[in-house]
Each structure stands twice: as C-alpha cells, then as structure tokens.
C-alpha cells in the first residue's frame, strides 16, 4: 500500500519560518553585513573585507575575556550539575512535600537576572547583607568590590544559587521517569545505594544532564546582566566576560563593524562548544548501548 504524502502541512509550518526569518535570519545577515564593513555613521560606510575578523583575533581584550569566560563556565557546571543531581536525589517521591520543594527551587528561577544582581549587591555588603556579615564574623576579610578574588567567589555563587534549581528539576523529571521495575531488581540484588546511582539513575539521567548542561552552558558563557550589576566587570577587569566587553564596544565606543565580527565569533565558539558537548555526550550513549 502506497503512502501518500499531504504536502500542504508545510502552509502550517508557514509561520514559523516567517517568524524565524524575521526574528534571527534577517538580523544576523544584518550582522554580517555590518562585520565587513568601516562604518562611520548611517550614510558613510565602506568595505573592509576580514579585517575587523583578522583584528578581533588578535585583540588582548577578546583572549583575555575569553579565558575568564571559560573558566566561569566550566567553574559553574562543575558545581551545579553535581550539586542538582544531588539535590534531585534528596528529594522526596511521594507525598505534598513533593510540590512543597518543587516550589521552593523553582522561586530562584522566577527572579529577573538584574534583581538577582541587586540581591547580592546587597547580601554581599558586610554592614548590611547576610552573606558579608558572616563572612566577617568568620574573621574572613571580605570585599567583592574591591578584592577580585571576592568578587569571582560572589559571581559564582550567585550564579549556582540562580540557576541550580533549573538542574535539580530537570533530574528530579529524569528520576522519576525511571520505571520501578529496575529499583525493584537492584532490591533483589541487594545493590547499595552507589550502585544503585552508578548502573540504574546515572545512565538513564544523560539525556536530561545533556539538556541540563547545554543550557547552563549556553546561559552561563552569554552571562551579562548578573555580573554587570554586581560587580560592573570590575574591580578592573575581574569580571568583564565577553558579552560585557561586546556591549562596552558596540555601544560605548559605538565601534559597529567590530562589534559585529565579535558577535560573530562569539557566537560561533558558543556553536562550537556545545555541539562537542553533545556529540561527546551522544557518542558515550551510542557506546554504552
């Protein structure tokens, strides 16, 4: 029996390419367009080929930047994925205290990036914020504002107190999802609890930790707002990751042609990373299958 095919489904899928079109393919091909080009002002612009990309490459700003950026990012799902896994392992599987803790980690998410950034300008003071008078009480000399070794240690932590729930929840999804047919053998088994985690939750977990890490690690090397309130990139440049250093060049100095072979690199090594994270990631599933 023959299949036959309605191509007139396409019409529903119609709008979404008209969105899509409209919202990232025309604004990036207008980036494009800016990257090759000296532009001077609306009505005074001229060919200038790779150079801004050849430039860009070379520049110490963008090396520097992005070696902090790096660090940052791997720094954050060095924390958070273990941290999420093991808050999604304590929570409880039955009961009303299930949606108790679901609402619990999912108000950190709820919060806008630039009043977490306001939140731990305040925490972070020693007079009047938790976190800071603790610090002190320790006898810990501490001062984000001034001390960089103080402000990385506050941007991270604000960041894993942000965005750990995110990966909490999406294991606490994947845990549940295992049927209890497995838990039931390993009981028969007499499996411990590390085995238990290591042959039955981990593996049936990778497809979730891939979604989890791809978004920490995409949201984590585009991070911007958090920081910019906090600390403002500083004390000097401690904290100026890429996305700050693109906006200070685009719209502080207005340096459009620059800006826009950044964005482009920018872009491509985020492209590029999390493309290996999921290739990596894929082929461990295919070789464990």
């Avoid at 612009?45 to 430039?55: A, D, I, K, L, Q």
């Avoid at 300008?121 to 810990?140: C, H, N, P, V």
């Amino acid at each position: 029996m023959q299949r036959t095919h309605n191509n007139r489904a396409w019409w529903l899928v119609l709008p979404v390419v008209i969105v899509v079109a409209f919202s990232a393919i025309i604004p990036m091909m207008t980036v494009v367009n800016y990257s090759v080009q000296d532009i001077f002002d609306p009505s005074t612009r001229f060919f200038v080929g790779t150079e801004w990309y050849r430039e860009i490459l070379r520049d110490e700003r963008l090396h520097d930047s992005l070696v902090r950026q790096f660090v940052y990012s791997f720094a954050v799902l060095a924390i958070e994925i273990p941290l999420g896994i093991a808050v999604a392992l304590s929570m409880p599987r039955k009961g009303f205290m299930v949606s108790l803790c679901m609402i619990l980690l999912a108000l950190p998410l709820l919060i806008p990036w630039n009043v977490v950034g306001t939140i731990w300008q305040i925490i972070g003071r020693e007079d009047i914020g938790l976190y800071g008078w603790a610090l002190g009480q320790l006898g810990i000399d501490y001062n984000y504002a001034s001390n960089p070794a103080d402000a990385w240690v506050t941007v991270l932590v604000m960041d894993v107190w942000h965005w750990t729930s995110l990966v909490a929840l999406l294991c606490y999804s994947g845990l549940r999802a295992i049927p209890d047919v497995y838990y039931q053998a390993a009981r028969i088994d007499r499996a411990s609890p590390w085995a238990v985690f290591r042959y039955i939750q981990l593996p049936k977990l990778k497809s979730v930790l891939l979604i989890g890490i791809m978004l920490r690690f995409m949201d984590s090397f585009m991070i911007y707002t958090e920081p910019f309130v906090l600390t403002g990139g500083g004390p000097g440049t401690t904290t100026t990751f890429l996305s700050q250093t693109l906006t200070q060049m685009a719209i502080g100095q207005f340096d459009l042609g620059r800006a826009a072979a950044f964005s482009l690199i920018y872009f491509l090594i985020i492209l590029l990373v999390s493309w290996l994270f999921y290739t990596a990631m894929t082929h461990q599933d295919s070789d464990d299958a």
